[in-house]
């Protein structure tokens, strides 16, 4: 061991001042002026449903209560108990259409359940779109592009 003492590097620190620096070092603080927010929803809460209603006779005339009533058959019938505990709104009815807002996690059976209905004078469901946004469901924007 010898005894030499250790150079004292606390004399060497300069501090330098951000605005002294040359522009191309220097750190860009003050923010765009435009103020721009991006977010995701990943889950939305809704699924949005454009159903059909078809039955034998030309002139049926559906109501948003018939509607409803068709449809809790189908989910009792498919699901039972379960099936009729899921919450529908009924959003449009035009004709024999019915744009319908479904929980997301329930969208899937609620297909199924009106896929598979018939009810007792012969009429059905057809599915004709399904969304998670509703945008696309009052437009025909595009129905044809898988024809």
Do not use: C
């Not at 059909?52 to 009792?76: E, M, W």
């Amino acid at each position: 061991m010898s005894n030499e003492k250790e150079p004292d590097v606390s004399n060497n620190v300069e501090m330098v001042d951000a605005a002294s620096l040359p522009a191309a070092k220097r750190k860009r603080s003050e923010k765009p002026s435009s103020n721009v927010t991006q977010f995701t929803i990943r889950n939305p809460p809704w699924a949005y449903l454009q159903l059909s209603l078809i039955t034998n006779s030309p002139n049926y005339q559906l109501d948003a209560l018939t509607a409803h009533l068709h449809l809790r058959a189908a989910l009792s019938q498919f699901l039972g108990l379960h099936g009729t505990a899921i919450p529908i709104d009924i959003l449009k009815l035009h004709n024999n259409d019915v744009h319908i807002r479904v929980p997301r996690e329930d969208a899937s059976a609620l297909v199924v359940a009106v896929g598979g209905w018939v009810g007792k004078s012969g009429e059905g469901w057809r599915v004709k779109n399904s969304s998670s946004w509703g945008v696309g469901l009052h437009s025909n924007a595009g129905a044809d592009l898988f024809k």
